[in-house]
């Protein structure tokens, strides 16, 4: 991955990483059903207690010369299993696999390591051909203090309000992708702030990813997802200004 950053610093405790998430795309292999995955609860029942299904609908409208009819069905997309705690959640899905870490983030070595542990479980079961899709995602949310100011003073990318206006918006939503300028990967990056808190807090939502067609079991699919994440600490140091950095250390 060409990096477009040099500097990058470890926030610790401090950090501002509310779930962060490893996604990997794959289809069943021949004869795999769905209902086949829920299997994996007998090997990881001691991390993970908690098992949900998760329904998936499809609606379906027939028009014909004798009207029209439709029918609703139901059928299963996949399993989340959640540890003791519900800060670890494992979906095992139709179309893949995704490890969450929700609260108490440790690092990306942890959460990239229980992802590589509980992976070939779950390949063992669906049987993929290839991984199709690879992601990195990290939700942050920055509190600013009472008197923070102007945005700017915050972030180095935001929405803008005319100047000649003169007006200072209260609230935002705004989204960005961002196609690597070298590397086949794209970052969706969501921006947003929550003031029902009784505060101010700015949501820096960053969700890396790239089409892919890597063999299941190989080492390459782990060093995509690094690169893939190299790519998400440029962009969320590059957002935050000296101040903001400051906040966090």
Request: glycine share 6%; with cysteine; proline share 5%.
């Amino acid at each position: 991955m060409t990096r477009l950053l040099e500097e990058h610093e470890n926030f610790g405790d401090k950090a501002p990483i509310t779930e962060a998430l490893i996604d990997l795309r794959c289809e069943l292999g021949p004869g795999v059903k769905v209902a086949d995955l829920i299997s994996l609860r007998e090997a990881i029942a001691s991390t993970f207690p908690k098992v949900e299904m998760q329904n998936e609908w499809a609606h379906h409208v027939r028009i014909s010369e004798g009207g029209e009819s439709s029918v609703t069905q139901r059928g299963i997309r996949g399993f989340k299993f959640t540890d003791a705690s519900g800060d670890l959640v494992l979906q095992a899905r139709r179309d893949g696999f995704t490890l969450s870490r929700l609260r108490q983030y440790v690092s990306w070595d942890d959460l990239k390591s229980r992802a590589k542990g509980l992976w070939p479980l779950f390949a063992e079961r669906a049987k993929p051909r290839s991984v199709t899709r690879c992601a990195v995602r990290y939700i942050n949310r920055l509190a600013l203090p009472p008197d923070f100011g102007k945005i700017s003073d915050w972030l180095e990318s935001y929405p803008a309000v005319s100047s000649r206006l003169g007006l200072t918006p209260s609230e935002f939503l705004v989204r960005f992708v961002l196609p690597h300028p070298s590397e086949n990967c794209s970052a969706i990056v969501t921006q947003g702030t929550d003031v029902k808190q009784g505060g101010f807090v700015v949501v820096l939502d960053i969700d890396v990813f790239a089409a892919c067609s890597l063999m299941p079991d190989t080492e390459d699919v782990w060093k995509k997802l690094d690169s893939l994440r190299d790519y998400k600490n440029d962009i969320f140091f590059g957002t935050l200004t000296e101040r903001a950095k400051e906040l966090l250390r």
